[in-house]
């Protein structure tokens, strides 16, 4: 678990990068930016604000973690603090070489020293960087002698963080623990922050674990489970309530426990361990027999796993639970399939 609610701002240095392909330069600051106490608060908001997900990275490399050069810089930041502008100006740099798309937008990149983070109940230093992009219009009133006028100004929305990582010292043999946000590249420029900038793969952690085997049932029951086996809208909808029902219910996972309470059938449970295998080989990851639950996962997964059975283009049923209270028929005389629905009164 990850918090950042009581951490601070220790020191924070600003630079401007450029769009490298289309010939912008940058500008490296040599010293701190000194904020007011207010100010310093609505700079934590904006920076941490959008750091939702507990979901977590760590760098990685092909060859060696020490080929990673974000890796390296907040490694030599965290074993000496005062070198935090001198390494911003290489984060800065390794940043504006990565920037060789047409679309990406020249900004502001904060690089903040964060002290009194938690990780896992330890507390943490953090490195943070932060890109921000867009600049948004903002209308201004004023008052002079009594009298109201309106003008504009150009400015950032603390409520809109573009890019940032926050990268957590802890778990650093492992790639150090990082928590990411991106929320403007689309297409190829979505690989630029991520995977070129800072080279990070997903942690296989309680979030990954459940992340990973919510997706593979979602996909089971929907995709693979009617190929197999004579079953209804209905009673995939019902697999699927029961499905997120046991991570709602349920501390940790236990994948034997998970099919005799879900599945039930020995024909399916097979089916659905044999789905297992493709799974992971066709997406490249591992999937655990048993792990803890994570929370955050399941509250994310739960959205997926809403059960509605759509009707042509007018009615839509959402599914909660007990399928034997919906049945499906056929009228020969109307040549259209049919829902009875059952139920003792209107909520």
């Known amino acids: 678990m990850i918090s950042t609610n009581a951490s601070k701002i220790d020191n924070i240095i600003v630079h401007g990068i450029g769009n490298k392909i289309n010939g912008d330069s940058c500008i490296f600051s040599k010293n701190y930016l000194t904020p007011s106490a207010e100010i310093s608060d609505l700079l934590s908001k904006y920076f941490l604000s959008s750091f939702k997900n507990q979901e977590t990275y760590h760098f990685i490399h092909d060859s060696s973690l020490t080929?990673?050069?974000?890796?390296?810089?907040?490694s030599e930041v965290f074993d000496n603090p005062?070198?935090?502008?001198?390494?911003?100006?290489?984060?800065?740099?390794?940043?504006?070489?990565?920037?060789?798309?047409?679309?990406?937008?020249?900004?502001?990149?904060y690089v903040v020293y964060f002290?009194?983070?938690?990780?896992?109940?330890?507390?943490?230093?953090?490195?943070?960087?932060?890109?921000?992009?867009?600049?948004e219009t903002f209308l201004k009133v004023y008052n002079t002698n009594n009298e109201y006028g309106i003008g504009k100004d150009n400015g950032i929305n603390i409520n809109k963080l573009d890019k940032g990582c926050i990268i957590y010292n802890a778990e650093r043999e492992n790639g150090f623990i990082v928590s990411v946000v991106d929320n403007t590249s689309k297409g190829t420029e979505a690989k630029y922050w991520v995977d070129d900038f800072l080279h990070i793969g997903q942690r296989e952690d309680i979030y990954y674990n459940t992340h990973n085997l919510m997706s593979m049932c979602k996909?089971?029951?929907?995709?693979?489970?009617?190929?197999?086996?004579?079953?209804?809208?209905?009673?995939?909808?019902?697999?699927?309530?029961?499905?997120?029902?046991?991570?709602?219910?349920?501390?940790?996972?236990?994948?034997?426990?998970?099919?005799?309470?879900?599945?039930?059938?020995?024909?399916?449970?097979?089916?659905?361990?044999?789905?297992?295998?493709?799974?992971?080989?066709?997406?490249?990851?591992?999937?655990?027999?048993?792990?803890?639950?994570?929370s955050s996962a399941v509250k994310k997964q739960a959205r997926a796993f809403k059960s509605v059975i759509k009707l042509d283009k007018n009615f839509h049923i959402y599914v909660h639970g007990n399928n034997q209270h919906i049945k499906r028929g056929y009228d020969e005389v109307a040549g259209m399939y049919y829902y009875q629905l059952f139920f003792k009164e209107e909520l």
């Open 115 to 135: 002290t009194d983070c938690l990780v896992d109940g330890e507390v943490s230093d953090a490195i943070g960087i932060f890109k921000s992009e867009n600049k």
């Open 67 to 74: 080929l990673n050069e974000i890796y390296v810089y907040a």
């Open 82 to 109: 005062e070198r935090l502008i001198e390494k911003s100006i290489n984060i800065g740099k390794h940043l504006y070489e990565q920037s060789i798309y047409p679309m990406i937008k020249s900004g502001e990149l």
């Open 219 to 294: 996909s089971y029951v929907v995709s693979q489970l009617p190929n197999e086996f004579d079953v209804s809208k209905a009673d995939q909808a019902e697999l699927l309530n029961k499905s997120a029902r046991y991570f709602k219910e349920n501390d940790s996972f236990d994948m034997q426990s998970f099919t005799n309470e879900v599945i039930t059938q020995q024909d399916i449970i097979d089916s659905f361990n044999s789905y297992k295998k493709i799974y992971q080989e066709d997406l490249g990851i591992e999937i655990a027999e048993e792990f803890d639950i994570s």
